[in-house]
């Protein structure tokens, strides 16, 4: 287990209980303040640690490395160090957060210019995305899609055991939480309609997604195996990948997802590396029938996230419609990236790779209101009287994570986002 990990270690930075970032978690962020240009930091309880202000200090430099990368507007140029570089530096700023250790703590000044209040800074986008894969992973999902819109008998496609489907998304439109959407427009068809419309989308839904995002380069022509893919993972994020329902239904025959996706979708500013998560593998579900070689795995590659999904109206109190597991996922991430691999297909530092809708085995743990509501069949009722079978304007809606285990909480903050009217 990495040092920074001993549930043991306390700051002298004040952390509450309930807080997503003890100095187990130290999750990277790029954030601007009034007075601050977008730069690096760590979140430590309800703090940012500038990690600009850190290396100006001089205090990263038993470790070699070029300390300018930490006041750029991206993490891009720091995950590219390798994480022999990015581990050591997780180690040394829980170090200098670690309570017995006074480097940092005993100096007035520094520790006034290297704390910014997290209520006073803005979050960014983490990293540059040069390209965003979704996949398709949570049996249970596909199950009830599959119920929804084929025979009930054959809900899976045949090929749904057999690989990790996904397909290649848009990384412009992916925003940060807190960037509000408006709601697409598209063309849709009624079924008993003679021809389709054009308008505003009238079913909008959330998929409840995990995505982990790549810290290491491949060259055209090569493959990771499910043994190497964790030196390619740098770390996650919570991922709400909007959806049109209506759209979808129009137009993905015969090629998939398209101008019902690309509109939006929404991650969390925080990526939670994966050294933090190390405490929270868990084994996977058993997969039938056995997989191809080349998909096989050692080990324990699943994570036990606790995740929710509210929905809160504008001025309203909000609901929780969700609440699941990102264990659940049939495939896992290692999985997910040899066969993204497996082909050839080269893999970029920045990139993002999305696990698909993330449903549990009951109704209260579906990931979108297509399952949640069966197609607007069973209505969520809200705390204001209204009721919800897709997302309206102006709702927020909301999704978290965190682990827990011997006392410690490790969580990603928050993923929001709230849907514009149509312009």
Known sequence: MSRAN?????SWVDVNSSCDFPIQNLPFGVFKTTNRTPRAGVAIGEYILDLSVIADAGLFNAIPFEKNVFAKDVLNWFIALGKPVTNAVRERISDLLNVENAELSANADLKLKALVKQNDAQMLMPVFIPNYTDFYSSKEHATNVGIMFRDPANALLPNWKHLPVGYHGRASSIVVSGTPIHRPKGQTKVD????????????????????????????LGTSVSTAKADDYIFGLVLFNDWSARDIQKWEYVPLGPFLAKNFGSTVSPWIVTLEALEPFKVESPKQEPEVLPYLKFDGKKNLDINLEVEIVPENGKGKIVSQ?????????????????TSNGCNIQIGDLYASGTISGPTPDSYGSMLEISWQGKNPIQMPDGTERKFILDNDTVVIRGFCEKDGVRIGFGECSGKILPAL
């Open 324 to 340: 699941s597991n990102f264990k659940y996922m049939y495939w896992n991430m290692a999985q997910q990236l040899a066969h993204h």
């Open 192 to 219: 008993d309609a003679p021809a389709p419309s054009f308008g505003p989308c009238k079913l909008l839904d959330f998929e409840l997604e995990m995505a982990f995002i790549t810290g290491k380069s491949t060259e």
């Open 6 to 10: 001993n549930p043991q270690l306390k």
